[in-house]
């Protein structure tokens, strides 16, 4: 007899943690995995005592649950939830809903509700964020797809959702691939801050020559002003974590080589298809790229010189120049990956509520910030904001904070220590609020070698001309 609220296939961490999350919440849960050790191991461990059914075939999960039927499916994005979907499609029914909770790319997102809704089924891709976790405690959840699905799982998604104020961290996003976007541009928002806050603490390590002690106490200071974050406070406590094996602080024994999954990476592709510079977030992406040359990096070092040049200046207002330099590329990037929803919204015919995306991530996600209040504020102050850096609080602090910033680049540049990040961020700004940039000459170029026309400063807007320059 069906028994279950809702089936998972799929138990890695974040499949175990999103069930242990769900019964905790008084929903009766079945679970599948491919290897089948992982479904008993899990039942009689961590699982134990819990309203949980380990099943151990697809057809003994479908059969388990009520219907509608709902199945959430925790597998690697790709060909993987493909070959899942093609495997659940033969036993299900009318009206039951699939949910893919992986990092698919929002593309093979829309095509899968486009496949399922014709088979009478209903289709949800959801983004899910906050690691390990946030999947047991409450993670910020971005589900869109087949509109009619959202009733059936809202009660469900937004109980085991992270609350802030009482307002869970979840709703509905927007059809087919919405959901999966969002999550997108989250991850590339992520990256970016990732970065910043990298720089930040190269500039105070390679420039002031402090200590993991004393960023901790930094940057634990820093978390009790507008750069509260989640991202922020375990900065503070990674510098505080020495290891027991050599007594040495631990992040100073961590290669710096850094790792991806490739969603920083779909956000720059993406963001060049629409047409949006998101220069900070692909920064960030090169960024790790070049971390990971380590081998080459070091035989480079050896031969390739820079400048010599010894920091001089006070110290603590130097360390305040940083953190405010943190701050406005932070609000930069957000701005661009803000604007960067605005233009698939417009593209895919999406009605994304930018300020409901930002209560989305006050809780339960990596990028989880009191910042997320200002944006929402921004965004009820003006729906159609074209660019958070004109939302009038965004404009004072980065007003405020600006001539920090370019000092922060200035001496940066001449210590030699590396912030692609921070000089994206700047040069975004600095061309934004231009009214006139040299694509003039850009044009007049292409059209020298190519034909390729220009427009005219007085004529009308559409209006091309072509010259002979030649």
Known sequence: ??????????????????????????????????????????????????????????????????????????????AAVDALIQQLLPHLEHGDILIDGGNSYFPDTIRRTKEIEAKGLLFIGTGVSGGEEGALKGPSIMPGGS??????????????????????????????????????????????????????YALMRDALGMQPPELRDVFAAWNRTELDSYLVEITAAIFGKQDPDT???????????????????WTSQVALDLGVPVTLITEAVFARCMSAMKDERVNASATLKGPRAAWRGDRAK???DIRRALYASKICSYAQGFAMMRAAAKEHGWALDMGNIALLWRGGCIIRAQFLNRIKSAYERRPD??????????????????????????????????????????????????????????????????????????????????????
């Open 1 to 78: 007899m069906a028994q279950a609220d809702i089936g998972l296939i799929g138990l890695a961490v974040m499949g175990e943690n999103l069930v242990l999350n769900m019964a905790n919440h008084g929903y009766a849960v079945a679970v599948y995995n491919r290897t089948v050790s992982k479904v008993d191991d899990f039942v009689a461990g961590r699982a134990a005592g819990k309203s949980i059914l380990g099943c151990r075939s697809v057809e003994e999960l479908v059969a388990a649950l009520k219907k509608p039927r709902r199945i959430m499916m925790m597998v690697k994005a790709g």
């Open 147 to 200: 509109t009619a699905a959202w009733p059936h799982v809202k009660p469900l998604f937004q109980d085991i959702a992270a609350k802030v104020d009482g307002v869970p961290c979840c709703d509905w996003v927007g059809p087919d691939g919405a959901g999966h976007f969002v999550k997108m541009v989250h991850n590339g928002i992520e990256y970016g801050d990732m970065q910043l806050i990298g720089e930040a």
């Open 247 to 265: 007594g040495k602080y631990l992040v100073d024994m961590i290669l710096d080589a850094a790792g991806q999954k490739g969603t920083g990476k």
């Open 318 to 320: 130097f360390v305040e």
């Open 385 to 470: 904001l074209p660019n958070l850096l004109l939302d009038k609080y965004f404009r004072a602090s980065v007003a405020k904070v600006q001539s920090s910033w370019r000092r922060v680049i200035r001496e940066a540049v001449r210590l030699g220590v590396p912030v692609p990040t921070f000089s994206a961020a700047l040069a975004y700004y600095d061309s934004y609020r231009r009214a006139q940039l040299p694509a003039n000459l850009l044009q007049a170029q292409r059209d020298f070698f190519g034909a390729h026309t220009f427009e005219r400063i007085d004529k009308p807007r559409g209006e091309f001309f072509h010259a002979e320059w030649s």
